[in-house]
């Protein structure tokens, strides 16, 4: 008996052996396994190269639309020959465009050539008359000429008299530039003029949707009061009208054709939008195109151009 009890003791003892080992390689193969595993990999990658787009160029010019007459004193604007005054019952003859200037460069990345034009824009405009009476003040005689004068100056400008202009200017008039207070009536010299599409009119300016001048390589004007006769009348006008001073300022924004919605605009109603998607701006607009309409383009001109000159400058 002891001596088959021995015999079963070696069997046991091989099988626990031969299992432990079978357990051993198991556990080996399992943690080699992992460890190959861990080590699969790979790697790739890819690049593209984007250049910001170029400044818009903008500059006055008089009539021929070549000549610069940008900065102080250089407005073109020319009384009959031998009349160095302005008198009752004269004509004014004014000279002004806006000149976007165009350009083609290239740029060379992996062998690879690409083509680039300058910026195209959307352009507004606006016209200051400033009058004094012979003591440099602005008094009930200044105003008796400069209400003479902006009557004219308005009604010109929106004339779109100028066969070379694809569109036509529009008077925002509606819009509340300095925040007026209820009740009271804005100078329309605040507001801007705009240049929109000539195919359809609208009772509200802001409707109006942006002519894009420019983005190619030659340069392209857009008369504004070019060629415009202005005549003094001379009813209401006397003796206590002479010697007052006019001064004629015209200013031209040029700002970038392209109009993104940011995340100010999230939840708001879309504004010259007709896709017939969402009623309101949601994330995934961020970053996409507006309509280029004159109630859009509002805040960004403000702001692009406060930065530069500062808020009282512009307005």
């Keep these: 008996m002891k001596k088959k009890g ?3 003791s070696k069997s046991k003892k091989k099988f626990f052996i031969i299992l432990a080992c079978y357990v051993a390689v198991f556990i080996i193969t399992c943690v080699t396994t992992v460890a190959t595993l861990a080590w ?17 160029y903008l500059y006055f010019s008089d009539s021929s639309g070549v000549k610069e007459t940008s900065k102080a004193g250089q407005l073109t604007l020319t009384t009959p020959p031998d009349w160095d005054y302005l008198y009752p019952g004269m004509n004014l003859h004014l000279g002004a465009r ?4 165009g350009a083609k460069f290239e740029r060379v990345d992996n062998n ?3 083509t680039y034009y300058m910026t195209g824009a959307i352009l ?30 308005k009604y010109r400008a929106l004339q779109n008299a100028d066969p070379r202009n694809q ?6 008039s509606d819009y509340n530039y300095k925040n007026y207070g209820e009740g009271e009536t804005p100078n329309e010299e605040d507001h801007f003029f705009y240049y929109v599409k000539d195919d359809v009119d609208f009772a509200d300016a802001g409707k109006y ?27 209401g006008l006397t003796n206590i009208h002479a010697d007052c001073e006019i001064t004629f300022t015209i200013i031209f924004h040029g700002f970038q054709a392209f109009l993104p ?11 010259g939008d007709t896709t017939g998607r969402s009623p309101v701006v949601v994330y995934s607009d961020i970053g996409t195109e507006k309509p280029l309409t004159v109630e859009n383009s509002r805040r960004y001109f403000r702001e692009g151009f406060a930065t530069i000159y500062g808020e009282d400058d512009i307005f």
């Design 40 to 56: 699969f990999n790979g790697s790739t990658w890819s690049n593209e190269v984007l250049y910001m787009g170029g400044p818009v």
């Design 98 to 101: 806006a000149v976007v200037q």
């Design 112 to 114: 690879e050539t690409t």
């Design 261 to 271: 919605y940011t995340e100010a605009d999230l939840g708001t109603p879309y504004l």
């Design 167 to 172: 569109g036509k200017w529009v008077l925002d």
């Design 209 to 235: 949707e942006l002519m894009v001048v420019g983005g190619t390589e030659q340069n392209e004007s857009v008369g504004f009061l070019d060629d415009a006769v202005l005549t003094l009348s001379g009813q």
């Design 124 to 153: 507004r405009a606006r016209i200051m008359v400033t009058v004094r009476d012979p003591e440099g003040n602005f008094s009930q005689v200044a105003q008796d000429v400069y209400n003479n004068i902006w009557a004219q100056v």
């Design 6 to 8: 021995k015999k079963i």
